[in-house]
């Protein structure tokens, strides 16, 4: 078991009865002893070590648990790929009762058999004060979300143990891999937004590119795939409508919402402009939109994002129509210049959104085809459309 210093500080190794937090590598599901020193811990980070020929055969063992810190309020579980042993999860939150943050980091949660899903729900329903959920390129089966978000969120049951103020934070991250045709099909696109909840002050639903790797110029696939090989995809209008829903229906819209990102989901600026009618109050803003080029397209987004007078930071993801696309490819049709703000849009956006900072907007988080960036600086607006890379001129 290593101790580990939040803070970072370069030092010497941190005294284990001053430690603030503990990662613990497992071969199998049978985790240590915890020495009395270690009783000061608030963070417990778990990660797999398990060999991938061995998995299957592991969750069918006994696994063992010990009492740990009462102190955790932070858990990290890393590289489950295939879920846990059925009961190992409930027995967990058994003995972590004072969890406030949860981390799942990349695996199959709910694992793959009916059994462990009905832990993995169970597991939330023992942590009542769970305030912060990081889903970090999380899978799982059909109906795992769905089951588990009514012990996720704002409760006022008298039965004992059901009754809970739900996740102030919640984000879901997904890494999208270009080599995985299937990729998006493996995310339950309608389940994720049964977890938004009225109390929910940070809510992300996020799509973000894989680590850049080193390219070679002199490679002429790099240019030629370009367009293929980076960026994102995000799932289509008719796939958001569950989450405008969630973000605007009076049982579930969160109530004091300031940070919200949704760019795993492809909204219309009909549908923005409703989810912001509602959540008003956001001051930072993560939206893919679906682009229609020319200056209509731009005005519409700017009357939808005046609607948030606190608003801060903006990031508009375009996700391209055809006539939009066709254009973006060849820098001359100036696209980005006409459809997102100008100085002056700026200028007029920040009259009505006055702690307005920063705006950006890209084309499903290309580099090839531009972008356009607002930087606001002794209150004057400075940037605007920056070329792409690796497109014809």
């Not at 739900?166 to 937004?193: C, S, W």
């Not at 680590?211 to 790099?222: G, R």
Request: hydrophobic content about 40%; charged content about 20%.
């Amino acid at each position: 078991m290593a101790t580990t210093n939040p803070t970072n500080l370069p030092g010497p190794p941190v005294d284990p009865s001053e430690a603030q937090g503990a990662q613990v590598p497992l071969q199998s599901f049978t985790i240590p002893d915890f020495p009395p020193s270690a009783r000061g811990l608030k963070a417990l980070t778990i990660t797999s070590d398990i060999k991938v020929d061995e998995y299957q055969d592991i969750l069918s063992k006994p696994y063992a648990i010990p009492a740990l810190p009462s102190g955790i309020e932070s858990l990290t579980l890393e590289l489950f790929s295939l879920g846990y042993p059925p009961g190992f999860l409930t027995a967990l939150a058994e003995r972590l009762p004072n969890l406030k943050s949860v981390v799942l980091y990349s695996q199959l949660f709910a694992g793959i058999t009916d059994e462990s899903q009905k832990d993995a729900v169970e597991f939330f329903k023992r942590l009542p004060l769970l305030r912060a959920l990081h889903l970090l390129d999380v899978f799982a089966k059909p109906h795992f979300f769905e089951s588990a978000a009514p012990w996720l969120k704002y409760n006022t049951s008298e039965t004992p143990g059901e009754a809970r103020r739900g996740l102030m934070f919640l984000e879901v991250n997904y890494t999208f891999r270009h080599e995985d045709e299937d990729f998006m099909a493996k995310i339950q696109a309608t389940e994720l937004p049964s977890l938004v909840g009225p109390g929910l002050i940070s809510c992300s639903f996020n799509v973000s590119t894989p680590d850049e790797a080193d390219e070679d110029e002199q490679d002429p696939s790099t240019i030629q795939q370009a367009g293929n090989k980076e960026g994102v995809m995000a799932f289509n209008k008719s796939l958001a409508v569950g989450l405008v829903d969630a973000l605007t229906d009076e049982e579930t819209a969160p109530r004091g919402l300031r940070a919200l990102n949704s760019t795993l989901y492809t909204l219309t600026i009909d549908q923005l402009t409703k989810v912001l009618k509602t959540q008003k109050n956001a001051m930072v803003l993560n939206l893919t939109v679906e682009a229609e080029p020319g200056e209509d397209s731009k005005k519409a987004l700017m009357r939808a994002l005046q609607q948030c007078k606190s608003l801060e930071q903006v990031e508009v993801v375009a996700n391209p129509s055809l006539q939009f696309f066709m254009s973006v490819q060849n820098p001359r049709s100036g696209v980005l210049a006409k459809s997102f703000p100008s100085s002056a849009d700026m200028d007029a956006l920040s009259t009505t959104c006055t702690k307005l900072s920063s705006f950006k907007a890209n084309v499903l988080r290309t580099t090839t085809f531009g972008s356009v960036e607002w930087e606001q600086k002794d209150g004057k607006w400075s940037g605007g459309v920056k070329e792409g890379k690796g497109v014809p001129s």
